[in-house]
């Protein structure tokens, strides 16, 4: 094999194997926050990431961003005294690597339970960035957009948010 051939194989293998990666630590991510993991969220973000809510017009809701692993982590330790239940149900998966970094973007369905006890649908998608650093891969900058979170029994036509459902 000559040596462009083979350095065309490792460079593909190595985006093969970004993808894999990446793909991994989102998986994580939602079965971690099934699991209540709390605190041990932190372990899939980097020490200067930064997770936050978005609105549909792209800005950041007040009071919906945290940055650092710590800061993340803390608002995970908090997380099942507003989301008791949860299960996270990803979709329509997009990862582009460029050499040590990555975009993930998935669609999200997620039947949950807020902390009165109401049984809520949240739909909506996250666009994600990620870095390897040191071989190893984990999450820069998280970004979640809620498209709807209505009540169960309302449905997103009736109450597409939950503000929607109270008034």
């Given at each position: ?163 929607s459902a109270q008034s």
């Amino acid at each position: 094999m000559e040596t462009a051939d083979l350095q065309d194989v490792l460079r593909r293998l190595d985006l093969l194997e970004s993808e894999r990666a990446v793909r991994a630590v989102k998986a994580h991510y939602m079965q971690w926050a099934d699991e209540k993991r709390r605190l041990g969220m932190g372990e899939l973000f980097w020490d200067d990431a930064v997770w936050e809510e978005l609105d549909h017009g792209g800005a950041t809701i007040p009071g919906a961003r945290w940055v650092g692993r710590d800061a993340i982590a803390q608002m995970f330790n908090e997380s099942p005294d507003r989301l008791s239940f949860t299960v996270h149900y990803l979709t329509n998966e997009k990862i582009t690597v460029v050499g040590d970094t990555a975009v993930g973007r998935w669609k999200l369905l997620e039947p949950c339970t807020v902390r009165d006890e109401t049984a809520v649908w949240q739909g909506g998608h996250y666009i994600d960035d990620f870095e390897r650093r040191d071989g190893v891969w984990k999450i820069s900058h998280l970004r979640l957009t809620l498209d709807f979170q209505t009540p169960y029994h309302e449905g997103w036509l009736r109450a597409p948010f939950l503000e929607s459902a109270q008034s």
